[in-house]
């Protein structure tokens, strides 16, 4: 499925028509209230998004659609009338994955979908994983607690993923230092428990997944 986000009835009902004809389900959206609802019900395998829309804009929707885990790696191509640098870089950085100026021919954007699915369907889907409300995508070294996106150390994360990669698995301190750290750290293991202490706080409703497994050490616990 592709939501396609554009306020100009014609270009909109031109490209779902496009898109439906060329075997591709999608739906179109002429703001971004009822785009976001549709988000609630069910995630499109693409997304393509205008900039200049009525209320909210469209670099504003892409902003949300990055820093909700649901959507983080859901893949954006731009379609916008604005063909300055500074809207394309901008576009971009916050994370489009593409980006087409108006105006543009079918044959090109039909391609550029098709190349873009491409690329989603080989990304390894062990490169997400989920664990109740917690979510890290791998690719992006991105962690998500009930959609918001937290800052973790280098450690910290590789901790947090060596326990999602391995959850309900319970690893005593002497091998988290292994795994984690180096075998040359002389640390001891009180930097695990210290580290475990910061993570938990920093994942909040989600820290009291990381469960301490008496007179062993530590586990990532909890439903998913």
């Not at 031109?14 to 703001?31: D, N």
């Not at 475990?196 to 062993?216: D, H, M, N, S």
């Not at 530590?218 to 439903?223: N, T």
Request: include cysteine; aromatic fraction near 6%.
């Amino acid at each position: 499925m592709i939501y396609y986000v554009e306020d100009d009835d014609n270009i909109r009902e031109l490209v779902i028509y496009t898109l439906r004809q060329m075997g591709m389900p999608a739906k179109g959206f002429a703001e971004g209230s009822g785009f976001l609802s549709a988000l609630e019900k069910e995630l499109p395998d693409l997304v393509l998004l205008d900039v200049m829309l009525p209320g909210e804009d469209g670099l504003s929707l892409l902003r949300r659609l990055r820093a909700d885990a649901r959507t983080a790696a859901l893949p954006v191509i731009m379609l916008t009338a604005k063909g300055a640098e500074f809207d394309k870089v901008q576009g971009l950085d916050l994370g489009a994955d593409d980006y087409i100026t108006k105006p543009f021919g079918m044959a090109e954007l039909v391609a550029r979908i098709r190349a873009r699915l491409r690329r989603t369907a080989a990304r390894p889907a062990e490169d997400l994983l989920t664990h109740g409300d917690l979510h890290i995508d791998k690719r992006a070294h991105r962690v998500f607690v009930c959609g918001e996106e937290k800052t973790l150390t280098l450690k910290e994360y590789e901790l947090l993923l060596l326990l999602m990669e391995n959850g309900g698995a319970a690893f005593t301190r002497e091998q988290l230092l292994d795994r984690v750290w180096d075998m040359s750290y002389e640390g001891g293991t009180r930097t695990v428990d210290v580290h475990i202490q910061t993570l938990r706080a920093k994942l909040g409703p989600c820290g009291a997944l990381i469960e301490t497994v008496r007179g062993v050490g530590y586990r990532l616990g909890g439903g998913k």
